[in-house]
């Protein structure tokens, strides 16, 4: 399956942005999908995680409650719902893939994803 991630642009503080993934390939109902996000010279952290099953979401503490991640399997997308966006989200967003859930988000690390897409730029300014 390849990624390839869209819908970043340049948004005020407390404004609100949508990503999406769009994958082509076979594979797409049997992989849990997640976005990560790196920072200028940051490394990249993971944001957020759905489950192939739809019954599980994981988040990074400092998104809760602001960032939605969801997907669509008939459609082959994961989107992101990022709202009351802050500067400190600026980043260069990748939506990923892997074969097995993980359950914590401390283990979900740059080193567990399987399938990368391109990133796309989120610039929020203050």
């Known amino acids: 399956v390849q990624l390839q991630a869209s819908g970043g642009g340049m948004v005020q503080a407390g404004g609100s942005l949508t990503l999406s993934c769009t994958a082509s390939g076979p594979g797409f109902s049997t992989y849990n999908w997640a976005w990560f996000r790196q920072a200028p010279g940051k490394e990249r952290e993971f944001v957020a995680a759905?489950?192939?099953?739809?019954?599980?979401?994981l988040y990074l503490d400092s998104v809760k409650g602001r960032f939605t991640i969801s997907r669509d399997s008939a459609k082959k997308v994961v989107s992101l719902q990022m709202n009351s966006l802050k500067f400190e989200d600026t980043a260069v967003y990748y939506c990923a893939a892997r074969d097995n859930w993980i359950v914590g988000v401390s283990s979900w690390s740059s080193s567990a994803v399987e399938i990368w897409g391109k990133g796309t730029q989120v610039t929020v300014s203050s």
């Open positions: 759905i489950r192939e099953s739809q019954s599980r979401t």
